[in-house]
């Protein structure tokens, strides 16, 4: 999918509440929906697997510890992230590495170490994810990722990419353990869900702003397999590569494409071209 045609946006001309203006900036912070986005989008959730898992083996800090260190690390990132006034590839794409391996962490907590369900927690997650969303649609009347341009708009939707990764990890376990599939065939699976949304969208007239975020959510645990398949030993399914090698070669596709896009902006979506979206 590479563009959203909703914005829920209301106007007082439509009889509805406008959205709060206060602070809003110029260009949106997010970037333009193009495959180059869902590639990356992709290769981090990958990475978010992988490197969760080479951390929790690695680092000697356990699960919780890691854990703590990388929400600290991400903290510091969306820090960084907020006080810029327009998108950086660079900033946003290291916070949604970051927040996926977050976000794995988060689900691995509460199956590992707490030993929570996964029925329960996928529940959880979903049920925290649609508050999420509600919140942030009675508050800014849309859910559209084209007008992240205020800091509470902003707010919501970091709020709810950690969820969908939290959501989709568990999710993905979820499948994985109950269809037992294996690797390759669960990746199979989740790409064709998302083609299967993906045409609802472009034939069906499937609602923009759903397919994307039911898109988002799907590509967690799309990444994770194929991370899975990639790293995992050849008696469980895998091809062996291991979490090192598989977290460096997809690091360095996104380091890669994150310098192109930082030098073409083939993803920055100018103001006048956000307002084409706006239904």
Same mark, same amino acid.
């Given at each position: 999918?590479?563009?959203?045609? /909703?914005?829920? /946006?209301?106007?007082? $001309?439509?009889?509805?509440?406008?959205?709060?203006?206060?602070? #809003?900036?110029?260009?949106?912070?997010?970037?333009?929906?193009?495959?180059?986005?869902?590639?990356?989008?992709?290769?981090?959730?990958?990475?978010?697997?992988?490197?969760?898992?080479?951390?929790?083996?690695?680092?000697? @800090?356990?699960?919780?510890?890691?854990? *703590?260190?990388? =929400?600290? !690390?991400?903290?510091?990132? @969306?820090? *960084?992230?907020?006080?810029?006034?327009?998108?950086?590839?660079?900033? %946003?794409?290291?916070?949604?590495?970051?927040? /996926?391996?977050?976000?794995?962490?988060?689900?691995?907590?509460?199956?590992?170490?707490?030993?929570?369900?996964?029925?329960?927690?996928?529940?959880?997650?979903?049920?925290?994810?649609?508050?999420?969303?509600?919140?942030? %649609?009675? #508050?800014?009347?849309?859910?559209?990722?084209?007008?992240?341009?205020?800091?509470?708009? $902003?707010?919501?939707?970091?709020?709810?990419?950690?969820?969908?990764?939290?959501?989709?990890?568990?999710?993905?376990?979820?499948?994985? $353990?109950?269809?037992?599939?294996?690797?390759?065939? =669960?990746?199979?699976?989740?790409?064709?869900?998302?083609?299967?949304?993906?045409?609802?969208?472009?034939?069906?007239? !499937?609602?923009?702003?759903?397919?994307?975020?039911?898109?988002?959510?799907?590509?967690?645990?799309?990444?994770?397999?194929?991370?899975? %398949?990639?790293?995992?030993?050849?008696?469980?399914?895998?091809?062996?590569?291991?979490?090192?090698?598989?977290?460096?070669?997809?690091?360095?596709?996104?380091?890669?494409? *994150?310098? %192109?896009?930082?030098?073409?902006?083939?993803? *920055?979506?100018?103001?006048? /071209?956000?307002? #084409?979206?706006?239904?």
């Amino acid at each position: 999918m590479t563009y959203e045609t /909703s914005e829920t /946006s209301a106007s007082p $001309e439509a009889g509805g509440p406008a959205a709060p203006a206060r602070h #809003r900036m110029r260009w949106n912070k997010v970037p333009e929906i193009t495959v180059y986005f869902w590639v990356i989008k992709v290769l981090c959730t990958t990475v978010g697997e992988t490197a969760a898992d080479l951390l929790n083996e690695k680092a000697g @800090l356990g699960l919780t510890g890691v854990s *703590v260190l990388m =929400s600290a !690390l991400l903290a510091m990132v @969306l820090v *960084v992230q907020f006080r810029t006034s327009t998108y950086r590839p660079g900033v %946003y794409w290291l916070a949604v590495a970051l927040i /996926s391996v977050v976000g794995t962490l988060i689900s691995d907590n509460l199956t590992d170490n707490m030993g929570v369900p996964l029925e329960t927690s996928t529940t959880v997650f979903a049920i925290v994810l649609a508050v999420v969303f509600v919140v942030w %649609y009675r #508050r800014e009347r849309t859910l559209s990722i084209h007008h992240i341009d205020t800091t509470s708009r $902003e707010s919501y939707y970091w709020l709810a990419v950690l969820f969908t990764f939290a959501l989709g990890t568990a999710a993905g376990d979820l499948v994985s $353990e109950r269809m037992d599939l294996g690797y390759w065939l =669960s990746a199979v699976l989740f790409a064709a869900t998302i083609a299967a949304v993906a045409i609802a969208h472009f034939a069906l007239g !499937l609602d923009a702003v759903w397919s994307f975020w039911i898109a988002y959510i799907l590509t967690r645990p799309l990444g994770a397999s194929i991370g899975d %398949y990639l790293s995992q030993p050849t008696g469980d399914g895998g091809l062996g590569l291991g979490t090192v090698i598989t977290s460096a070669l997809f690091l360095a596709v996104i380091l890669g494409l *994150v310098v %192109y896009l930082g030098v073409t902006r083939k993803d *920055v979506a100018d103001p006048e /071209s956000a307002a #084409r979206h706006t239904a």
